[in-house]
């Protein structure tokens, strides 16, 4: 897509988005471990099904991805102003550099970003002009990804049939009623915080 690749040097923001990975290979691994692929060999669920989550979590993970390593729209160390656009200019206090109007310094970034909106620790990366699509794009994906999960955990309990067999796994049998609710926890955590967060951004877009 012609974006620039663009690393953000941030511990707090790499405890951020690795808690957000876990999360994703946590309901990746255990949900068509302990919901998909029993009730698939039961023929309760078809393969659709199956092939939808893996889809879903295949998009969240690329978008999160593009969107943590995609340029927000760094502005270079010597711009060329025309003359007829010098007048849209201002200087930063901070780094002393020429910015177009409506761009911001990012102090955890440590430059000035185009029409920054803010900076996301859960993708260490600020959302800015260049990659603003990419952020709504995970957004979306991720309450995709996130209500299928609830929904599934929600049929396993109250809408499926019972399965006919114990699982293969002791483990996972022995502690499959924990393993649900964390990731029933988790999955409203996270719709709840995407889908406010998704609202507020279109709201801003649309105003």
């Keep these: 897509m012609g974006q620039r690749i663009h690393f953000v040097i941030d511990p707090q923001g790499w ?3 690795g808690l957000i990975i876990f999360i994703w290979l946590y309901n990746t691994i255990f949900i068509p471990k302990v919901i998909l692929f029993p009730h698939y060999e039961e023929g309760n669920i078809s393969v659709v099904a199956v092939l939808c989550y893996y889809f879903c979590s295949l998009f969240c993970i690329v978008s999160l991805l593009r969107a943590s390593v995609a340029d927000p729209g760094k502005l270079p160390e010597n711009p060329k102003i025309s003359t ?14 020429m910015r177009p109007k409506r761009s ?3 102090s955890r970034c440590g430059h000035c970003v185009r029409r920054m909106d803010h900076h996301c620790p859960w993708i260490n990366n600020c959302v ?11 957004c979306f994906y ?4 996130s209500s299928y999960t609830l929904i599934l955990d929600f049929c396993h309990c109250y809408y499926f049939l019972p399965l006919k067999k114990e699982n293969w796994d002791v483990f996972v049998f022995r502690h ?14 996270i719709l709840g915080g995407i889908s406010r967060l998704f609202y507020t951004q279109l709201m801003g877009i649309f105003t």
């Design 15 to 17: 405890c951020c988005m």
């Design 84 to 97: 007829t656009e010098r007048e849209y200019w201002e200087l930063c206090n901070k780094c002393n550099m």
């Design 128 to 138: 800015g002009e260049d990659n603003h699509w990419l952020f709504l794009q995970m």
């Design 104 to 106: 911001h310094h990012c």
């Design 176 to 189: 499959e009623l924990a393993l649900l609710r964390i990731s029933a926890l988790m999955g409203l955590i």
């Design 142 to 145: 991720t309450q995709i990804l």
